[in-house]
T-cell receptor
Framework: EPEVTQTPSHQVTQMGQEVILRCVPI?????FYWYRQILGQKVEFLVS????????KSEIFDDQFSVERPDGSNFTLKIRSTKLEDSAMYFC??????????FGPGTRLTVL | QKEVEQDPGPLSVPEGAIVSLNCTYS??????FMWYRQYSRKGPELLMY????GNKEDGRFTAQVDKSSKYISLFIRDSQPSDSATYLC???????????FGGGTRLMVKP
């Protein structure tokens, strides 16, 4: 059983368009994370979110990216103006503490 | 700087073999170590995590950490074809916000 669910499973968009990727935790947790994995490359950290605030972000997470938890349940990642190089698998993860992060199935983003 | 490194493989073994997967890391701030399994186009699945140097066993899996040499290992006993996947090691510091992953080792267990 997945720890989180993610929607959509696959998103195709045109370059320059905005996309919103969603993550729905199965249970109520405070720690959330977004990672991405470009095909054939490492899983890379984007941002961590604790108690409804960003706690850490990587240099990848620039002004084009934003996260929020608008309704206290869904956790979203927005990319404002997609670029070709944003094509990747995006994973949401939830954590219970410093030692465990459980990943969702991912959203495959294709930017044309 | 590559903070966590793994041999990409592929590593091909016969069913029933003992598999040894290894990682090295360079950041002394890393305190927690995890192994994830990833099937093609799926999310990483947490297999094991450990904090201290030494061994931790869970069924057919044993994780080993040597902080003095910054070396992490995962052993799989009695390997099965269903173990065929990419194995990712990851590390995190005490703040626990950011997992740093290795590139993964692809394992193929042949029947």
């Amino acid at each position: 059983e997945p720890e989180v669910t993610q929607t959509p499973s696959h998103q195709v968009t045109q370059m320059g368009q905005e996309v919103i990727l969603r993550c729905v935790p199965i249970s109520n947790h405070l720690y959330f994370y977004w990672y991405r994995q470009i095909l054939g490359q490492k899983v890379e950290f984007l941002v961590s979110f604790y108690n409804n605030e960003i706690s850490e972000k990587s240099e990848i997470f620039d002004d084009q990216f934003s996260v929020e938890r608008p309704d206290g349940s869904n956790f979203t990642l927005k990319i404002r103006s997609t670029k070709l190089e944003d094509s990747a698998m995006y994973f949401c993860a939830r954590g219970t503490g410093v030692d465990t992060q459980y990943f969702g199935p991912g959203t495959r983003l294709t930017v044309l | 700087q590559k903070e966590v490194e793994q041999d990409p493989g592929p590593l091909s073994v016969p069913e029933g073999a003992i598999v040894s997967l290894n990682c090295t890391y360079s950041n002394s701030a890393f305190q927690y170590f995890m192994w994830y399994r990833q099937y093609s186009r799926k999310g990483p699945e947490l297999l094991m995590y450990t904090y201290s140097s030494g061994n931790k066993e869970d069924g057919r899996f044993t994780a080993q950490v040597d902080k003095s040499s910054k070396y992490i290992s995962l052993f799989i006993r009695d390997s099965q074809p269903s173990d065929s996947a990419t194995y990712l090691c990851a590390s995190v510091n005490n703040a626990g916000n950011m997992l740093t992953f290795g590139g993964g080792t692809r394992l193929m267990v042949k029947p």
